[in-house]
């Protein structure tokens, strides 16, 4: 038995070259911010101080809540609150329906995507239209976005040349990346120019002001809700930040973190609708108060988003975003989807690392993310019956230091067999991609007992000289 995410991984990144270009193409975001971040003085100062604010944020989250609905209402937005992405997706539906809107421009957002905006509102007859170009890619596509920084990363250029060339005519072989990104801007801005409402998502709203804090590198949110006349923001409950000081921690860190950045391009601060427009901000809870009763788990609500524990994860990047099957994919994917994702499915991601704690590391707010994977193994347990039962064979052979011994003498003499890649192999798909290392030899036991008879002194010996 296989989980999930090792079928989908074949599908999404099905050979070699393509597997090795998806690892090196996330690896290099890894390695880019490594580098911007070499160059923040007092940086490990700076990740705790991002994640005392944020802790500090979720601790209080009912009085921020509360703080940023007043001050965002004081300055004309509207406030409404969802408890679930159903509902979430009807007072989207709703809003546009009573303006009669049916052309929307939608930024990038992954909370949309995990409460399956798109869909609900195709299904009401709204033409909905992603505008941040990897949302874009992925959507003509018909398919996820498989990394929370760079949806279509898994994409070759070629393969974005060929979907422009049957939805937007661009001539067929063209995979030039300026020429690419040329056609779907001019067909971006008529779509902008015609739409009657504008969706974003948001990455920090700030309790003290009511302002929504939206970071983007093609300036797509800004011109979506700078012309549209009605600008719906969904917003997740965790992503108060109490004042702009402490917003500008988290600015320091989220591109360098993301992108090796300094900022992203545009830091778009939006408080109260545009002149003559309106504002709706969706505050959106759907699980995320679960996570906030959990005394384990409450941390996992700190992330940013910046994607750096995917970018660093030898999983993820052998894997491909998509193998994981929910909206936010990588480590921080898999400590979220068994509290956010309803689908039972989601409660084997937590085996889907090698727990090396490298995301740990690289967090900018330091989650403990291959703590929080271990966490859920041990709460809710989805091994395989084959690997429960190893683990319980295991758990006798290793209490019983004779059958030890026996059971390492019997596999040293396998071990040939074992390279044998024939059908029925049980290690055959796991050496698929691995090679074994060299034959052990004899166990450290028998080495050590060798050497002991070698070195012992002789008892009554003296100098032979
Ligand atoms: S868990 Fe940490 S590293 Fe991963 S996306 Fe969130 S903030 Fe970034």
Redesign the pocket.
């Known amino acids: 038995m296989s989980f999930p995410l090792d079928a989908r991984a074949r599908l999404t990144l099905p050979d070699a070259a393509t597997l090795a270009r998806h690892d090196a193409a996330v690896h290099r975001l890894r390695v880019e911010r490594d580098r911007a971040l070499a160059s923040v003085p007092d940086l490990e100062a700076l990740r705790d101080h991002a994640a005392a604010i944020k802790a500090h944020a979720l601790d209080h989250l009912d009085r921020y809540l509360e703080e940023f609905e007043a001050r965002a209402r004081e300055r004309g937005a509207e406030v409404h609150w969802a408890g679930d992405a159903a509902s979430h997706n009807r007072i989207v539906a709703v809003l546009l329906a009573a303006r009669g809107a049916t052309r929307v421009v939608k930024s990038k957002s992954m909370l949309t995507e995990e409460c399956g905006l798109n869909p609900a509102l195709e299904a009401c007859g709204v033409e909905v239209v992603d505008t941040d170009l990897g949302e874009r890619i992925v959507q003509l596509g018909g398919e996820p976005p498989s990394h929370?920084v760079v949806p279509a990363i898994h994409r070759r250029r070629e393969e974005v040349g060929a979907l422009f060339h049957r939805h937007l005519g661009t001539p067929a072989g063209e995979s030039d990346p300026a020429r690419l990104m040329a056609a779907a801007r001019a067909d971006l801005r008529a779509r902008f120019l015609a739409a009657q409402a504008a969706i974003s998502g948001v990455n920090f709203a700030v309790a003290e002001t009511g302002t929504l804090v939206v970071v983007t590198n093609e300036g797509n949110a800004d011109l979506g809700t700078s012309l549209a006349p009605l600008h719906v923001a969904s917003l997740g409950i965790e992503k108060l930040v109490p004042t702009l000081d402490d917003l500008a921690v988290f600015l320091r860190l989220l591109a360098r973190?993301?992108t090796g950045q300094a900022l992203s391009v545009y830091t778009t601060l939006l408080t109260g609708p545009r002149a003559g427009g309106e504002l709706h901000v969706i505050l959106v809870d759907a699980g995320r108060t679960r996570l906030l009763a959990s005394p384990v788990h409450r941390s996992?609500l700190?992330?940013?988003?910046?994607?750096?524990?995917?970018n660093t994860c030898p999983v993820y990047r052998r894997a491909g975003g998509h193998a994981y099957g929910t909206s936010v994919a990588?480590?921080?994917g898999a400590?979220l989807a068994p509290a956010l994702d309803p689908d039972p499915a989601a409660r084997a991601l937590p085996y889907a690392s090698s727990l090396c704690g490298s995301?740990t590391a690289?967090?900018?707010?330091r989650?403990d993310?291959h703590g929080q994977l271990l966490a859920w193994r041990r709460e809710a347990p989805a091994l395989p019956v084959g690997l429960r039962l190893g683990a319980r064979v295991a758990g006798v052979v290793l209490a019983r230091p004779r059958l030890f011994r026996a059971t390492g003498r019997l596999l040293r003499r396998l071990w040939p067999l074992l390279e044998r890649r024939f059908p029925g192999n049980p290690a055959r798909a796991w050496l698929a991609s691995r090679a074994l290392p060299p034959h052990p030899g004899p166990s450290f036991a028998e080495r050590w007992a060798a050497r002991s008879a070698h070195t012992r002194p002789r008892v009554g010996g003296g100098d032979e000289a």
């Open positions: 929370i973190s993301a996992a700190r992330c940013i988003r910046c994607g750096a524990c995917l990588g480590p921080i400590v995301c690289v967090c900018p707010v989650i993310l």
